[in-house]
């Protein structure tokens, strides 16, 4: 066998050795993953980046996932070109642009990853590899929202976090139904990406207005930007000081939805302001697979569609490390993609 047929039989992939800092991401050459039954190989153009992913680099993440046994390469995330297929597989798949969600069974950060056939979709042509990694996970989760807060154009949206990976993609799909939208940003750096979500995508007449959350002054500035129309709608996955304060700006009869903690701590709320403001409270996490799958279509058709133009940033594949940094020290913009 000669170096370059053993080179063709491997690839480059992220391996995580240890539990740690993000340094413990670093590239090796590995054996090329070979497509067992009921699975394809998919040359990974674009690999999502997740918040999770650094949880659980640290050692930790959520109850619901499984702690995975190391050595392993992160990545639940992928998007590509259908280069191989398992037993049982129809080769007419072969060569397909896909997207998929490989849930538990990771491997995203690499050249080449596996992935079940049937979790498998078709990238419209109108959709980049990166947007359609975007959409595959932090899409469908925005797509779980919206079925769990019916958004109408009268409505006045708050999004803490507008400028990160689910935020962005909200804060367009409320403008696309017409809504206004006060996005919430962590600093005047990041008021750029928020207004920009305004003009990236199709919207129906929605006005969108950016907030500097570090600014403790922003509920008055709301308040005076609104004419004293309160907001009806909260959708939180920051919490702590930020999204409490998002509360106390709420009118009557709103509706709360939980969806995080970026900040560590949920969101405080308490009977008194759910009785006394006639407040309805929604935390739509965790469906069944068969669930998301519609959600998955629905997220991609969104972008096909123009109603969504998720912000993507993009680093490569060695950078792994880099991407986790930006999401830890708060520094991404939009969804986090690595690519190979
Ligand atoms: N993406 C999904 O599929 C998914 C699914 C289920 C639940 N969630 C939850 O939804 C929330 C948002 O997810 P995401 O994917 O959009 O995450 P992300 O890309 O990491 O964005 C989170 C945003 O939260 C803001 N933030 C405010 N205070 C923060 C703090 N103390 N630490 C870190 N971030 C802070 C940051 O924006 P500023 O710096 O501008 O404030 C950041 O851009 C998370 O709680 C996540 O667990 C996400």
């Given amino acids: 066998m000669s170096i370059d047929d053993l080179r063709e039989r491997t690839m480059r992939a992220i391996v995580h050795r240890e539990f740690g800092a993000s340094d413990v991401l670093r590239v090796e050459e590995v054996p090329l993953p070979e497509p067992g039954e009921g699975l394809v190989r998919v040359r990974v153009a674009a690999a999502g980046v997740h918040a999770v992913d650094t ?13 995975p046994v190391l050595p392993m390469t992160p990545g639940r995330e992928v998007a590509g070109i259908v280069d191989a297929v398992g037993s049982g597989v129809n080769e007419s798949v072969l060569g397909a642009r896909v997207v998929a969600h490989v ?29 359609a990694v975007a959409a595959i996970g932090t899409g469908r989760t925005a797509q779980l929202v919206l079925e769990s807060v019916e958004i109408r154009p009268d409505d006045v949206v708050i999004i803490p976090g507008a400028s990160g990976g689910l ?33 990236g995508a199709r919207r129906a007449g929605g006005r969108l207005i950016a907030l500097d959350a570090n600014d403790d002054t922003w509920p008055v500035r709301l308040a005076g930007l609104l ?49 006394e403001r006639s407040l309805t409270v929604a935390v739509p996490l965790g469906r069944p697979i068969a669930e998301l799958r519609t959600l998955e279509t629905r997220a991609l058709a969104a972008v096909a569609e123009g109603r969504v133009s998720p912000p993507v940033d993009e680093y490569r594949l060695e950078d792994a490390a880099a991407a986790h ?13 690595l690519i190979p």
């Fill in 55 to 67: 949880d659980i680099r640290r050692g930790g993440g959520p109850p619901s996932m499984p702690k």
């Fill in 103 to 131: 849930g538990f069974r990771s491997g995203g950060y690499a050249e080449f990853a596996l992935a079940p056939v049937e979790a498998l979709h078709p990238v419209p042509a109108e959709v980049t590899l990166p947007q």
């Fill in 167 to 199: 935020g962005s993609q909200l804060v367009q799909l409320a403008l696309s139904i017409g809504a206004t939208v006060v996005g919430l940003h962590g600093g005047e750096t990041k008021r750029a990406v928020v207004e920009q979500l305004g003009v």
């Fill in 227 to 275: 004419d004293g129309v309160q907001p009806s709608v909260l959708i939180d996955g920051v919490g702590g000081p930020t999204g409490r304060a998002a509360v106390e700006t709420l009118g009557r009869g709103a509706r709360v939805v939980i969806i995080g903690w970026s900040s560590g701590e949920v969101v405080r709320l308490d009977s008194a302001d759910i009785v």
């Fill in 325 to 337: 940094d930006a999401i830890e020290q708060r520094r991404q913009r939009g969804k986090v993609v």
